[in-house]
């Protein structure tokens, strides 16, 4: 019952009880005077006669009374009735009109849509689903919805537990079969819905596709990634010949230009390295690989490669590490970072000055430290020393290489990994770069 | 001088096989060296080696399938691989150490000795 018929059946209700609870206070209060008035006007009857004229008369009263009471009642309950057919069958053009605009909703709509089961039983698929699938709606109604993903990509037995357990999703991405074996791309919602019939509840179940962006992203990966090897390929015709060469006896002008040769071909290395690097962030497609590693093996392994460079700057380095450090965090990724802190502290230290990497844990993060002695990042220009492409001048004028790439990639890096890097910098006296990373990595399943 | 281990190389750029065989011969290793994925997998079945080094791309059968071929023989699935690619980022790559590979090196980070230097650790 709505509330407007509620209130109206309760003004009637209210509006009967208050006239016949007048109509009773009034014949009580005034009994005296009516049995008065009655007896006064009427003789009581004197035979047997006229007793049964006045008990007839009575009856008539009586019965009239009644009859009419009832009247009053059958009118009363007939006037509910029909106010509630009357309420009734408005709600239920309201509800045909309702379920038709659905209905015109739910068939039109360019998302597919279809009502599943929890056993995977697809029911009134709308037209969008099934241009979706290349199946009709009677074919796709014969397939369960885990026929449709792809079990290569996914968990079928995990996902038919979830099912069972709950009917609401929340944008997943599926990755799904077609009628016509293509593969697509989907961001999956469902919502649980009553329903009447074989299953009390259901799933209401959308998908709105990223094929083409999943194409995109994929190819965008794959070039970067083909580009990676035909830029990297001479070089490492280079790099190895030139390792052969070495070997073999060399004058000291041969040694002179192998040098040249070798260090050209390393700085070309790095260089497409970080523009891969960079171009993967920039592009989205940069992949993180979280594994618990022991930092010190990063650390150590990242000295190692610089090792070389610090000796030939004459530059002291030293470490300033835990006895041990285990941490969540994609080593790979880690080294590059640290490895650029420690390359840039190099050569922009002049000789005999040091440069110390540090790291401190504590439960929750990591703190690592690269420090030198050297020329420091002048006040003007340090909130551009993130920025891409950007050498400061003292920079520029300390050393002709450096592609002012490093630290705009360190920075997308670091925050690839969760954490912040921010500096200290005393001009002519040394910089401190601090990088805090999270400890551990939460990843969903 | 290591006893003469047995190294099948598959990569399909011939400046740097020859590279990286003239290091591994002056090293003491035999050297076997294929240039594509479907000859590496026929030599990899018909000589055992003690060792493969395999390139990702390649033609005929990409690196993945290879290693793939080798996972489904009863010598295969023990034997040593170590991919050498200069690829990086790609799903086959990440598939290829998936299927058990031991380690993946990009090329141009690792130098003819340093290179040798992992090898005999793997095989020691």
């Known amino acids: 019952m709505d509330g407007e018929y509620r209130a109206s059946l309760a003004k009637r209700i209210g509006a009967s009880v208050l006239v016949l609870g007048m109509l009773v206070a009034l014949i009580y209060a005034l009994r005296g005077y009516a049995l008065d008035f009655f007896f006064s006007q009427i003789q009581p009857p004197q035979n047997e006669a006229e007793l049964r004229d006045f008990v007839a008369s009575v009856i008539l009263v009586g019965g009239s009374a009644l009859a009419f009471l009832l009247a009053a009642l059958l009118y009363l309950s007939l006037t509910v009735k029909a106010r509630a057919v009357a309420i009734a069958r408005r709600m239920n053009k309201e509800l045909l009109l309702s379920r038709e605009q659905f209905r015109i909703l739910y068939d039109s709509s360019p998302v597919p849509y279809m009502i599943v089961a929890p056993d995977g039983t697809i029911v009134n698929p709308n037209k969008a689903a099934c241009e979706y699938f290349g199946l009709d709606q009677r074919k796709l109604t014969q397939v369960s919805f885990f026929d449709l993903v792809d079990e290569a990509e996914h968990d079928l037995i995990g996902l038919k537990e979830r099912f069972q357990r709950s009917l609401d999703a929340r944008q997943q991405e599926l990755t799904l079969q077609t009628g016509d074996e293509k593969t697509r791309w989907a961001l999956f919602s469902m919502h649980e819905i009553a329903t009447a019939g074989a299953y009390p509840h259901m799933g209401l179940v959308s998908l709105v596709d990223i094929t083409e962006q999943k194409r995109i992203d994929k190819a965008k990966t794959e070039f970067i990634s083909l580009a990676s090897h035909q830029l990297r390929t001479p070089l490492s015709t280079v790099k190895w010949n030139l390792d052969l060469l070495a070997q073999t006896e060399l004058s000291e002008k041969q040694r002179h230009y192998w040098d040249k040769i070798y260090s050209g071909n390393e700085r070309m290395i790095g260089l497409v390295k970080k523009l891969l690097n960079i171009s993967r962030i920039q592009l989205g497609t940069l992949a993180v690989e979280w594994q618990k590693i022991d930092l010190n093996e990063v650390f150590e392994r990242t000295l190692d490669e610089v090792a070389v460079q610090a000796q030939q700057h004459g530059v002291q380095l030293k470490r300033e590490l835990p006895e041990q450090a285990i941490a969540t965090t994609d080593a790979k990724l880690l080294q590059i970072v640290v490895e650029n802190l420690l390359t840039n502290a190099i050569r922009y230290t002049p000789e005999g000055g040091t440069v110390t990497l540090s790291c401190t844990r504590d439960r929750a993060n990591l703190t690592i430290r690269v420090s030198d002695t050297g020329i420091g990042i002048p006040k003007d220009v340090r909130d551009k020393i993130f920025s891409k492409l950007f050498r400061a001048p003292n920079a520029r004028d300390m050393s002709a290489h450096g592609t002012g790439l490093g630290l705009y990639m360190t920075r997308q890096l670091v925050e690839a990994l969760g954490g912040s890097i921010s500096f200290d910098s005393r001009e002519h006296a040394g910089t401190t770069f601090t990088v805090s990373l999270p400890a551990q990595h939460n990843s969903s399943a | ?124």
């Open chain 2, 1 to 124: 001088m290591p006893e003469q281990k047995t190294i099948l190389l598959i990569e399909d750029d011939k400046d740097l096989s020859e590279a990286l065989r003239d290091q591994l011969h002056n090293e003491g290793f035999k050297v076997l060296p294929v240039y594509d994925g479907e000859e590496g997998i026929r030599a990899a079945l018909a000589h055992h080696p003690d060792l493969i080094l395999l390139d990702i791309l390649l033609p005929k059968q990409g690196g993945h399938e290879v290693l793939k071929a080798l996972r489904e023989d009863d010598w295969g699935r023990s034997a040593k691989v170590i991919l050498l690619t200069n690829v990086e980022g790609m799903a086959s790559v990440s598939e290829a150490v998936k299927e058990g590979s031991y380690d993946y090196l990009v090329k141009t980070d690792w130098s003819l000795p340093e290179i040798v230097d992992y090898i005999l650790q793997q095989l020691r």
